[in-house]
């Protein structure tokens, strides 16, 4: 079956740490790949995505992401976590380059200060 | 407006009540998205407008839950015979064109709560 795997529910890192999201998917092609944060109270907010090309995708607020073929995975990464980095992440696909988007549950992010 | 706006932002409701829950997208944007977020999971599709027709509604759970987008712009999502499993989080989203790949804006969504 299709699906997006975040297997991390919760992740607590201390300030100035760095960071590593995982994020899995389960799809026959390459699909378009997402990244979004969620702070409460607001909407969801694109941190960067991936379509082709480069396998390095840097986005907003100093993350990165790495689309890994072989590994059918997509983490996001930062090299030093701040306090308002704390929230919500979720990783998304679009199978078949299409508009409807296929999250996964979710990685809450708790920094330590 | 700037962004994309959703009312209200918090609904409370009985078991068996009809509700409708309000989206406004992006200016200009001719594709808008439902989504719903249960507790502790990722949003999950439930329709997809471009223009004022329903391009995709495969999302949707069942025939108590309906959309409509008449003039183009703002879309209500309507429940009818609300239980308590629709609780949720329900988000919208609008992206420009509505082509696979673009970036979509949400919403800051409206949690329904059906007691």
């Known amino acids: 079956a299709q699906s997006v795997t975040q297997p991390d529910i919760h992740i607590t890192v201390s300030e100035g740490a760095s960071l590593e999201l995982r994020c899995n998917y389960s799809?026959?092609?390459?699909?378009?790949l997402f990244w979004y944060v969620q702070s409460p109270g607001q909407g969801l907010q694109l941190l960067l995505k991936?379509?082709?090309?480069?396998?390095l995708v840097q986005g907003i607020k100093g993350f990165e992401a790495e689309f890994k073929r072989s590994q059918s995975s997509f983490n996001l990464r930062k090299p030093s976590v701040h306090w308002s980095d704390a929230a919500e992440y979720f990783c998304?696909?679009?199978?078949?380059?299409?508009?409807?988007?296929?999250f996964g549950s979710g990685t809450r992010l708790l920094v330590r200060p | 407006g700037a962004g994309v706006s959703q009312t209200p932002s918090n609904k409370v409701t009985e078991k068996g009540k009809y509700v409708e829950l309000r989206c406004d997208p992006i200016?200009?944007?001719?594709?808008l998205y439902w989504y719903r977020q249960s507790l502790g999971q990722g949003p999950e599709f439930l329709i997809y407008?471009?223009?004022?027709?329903?391009?995709?509604d495969s999302g949707l759970p069942n025939d108590r839950f309906f959309a409509v987008r008449p003039e183009g712009s703002v879309s209500t999502l309507k429940i009818q015979r609300t239980e308590r499993g629709d609780s949720a989080v329900y988000l919208c989203?609008?992206?420009?064109?509505?082509?696979?790949?673009?970036?979509?804006?949400f919403g800051p969504g409206t949690r329904l709560l059906v007691l």
């Open positions: 799809y026959g092609a390459t699909p378009y």
């Open positions: 407008f471009q223009g004022t027709g329903a391009a995709d």
């Open positions: 991936y379509f082709s090309g480069d396998t």
């Open positions: 200016s200009g944007h001719t594709a």
């Open positions: 998304a696909v679009a199978p078949d380059s299409s508009y409807k988007l296929i």
């Open positions: 989203a609008s992206t420009r064109e509505g082509a696979g790949g673009e970036t979509q804006y």
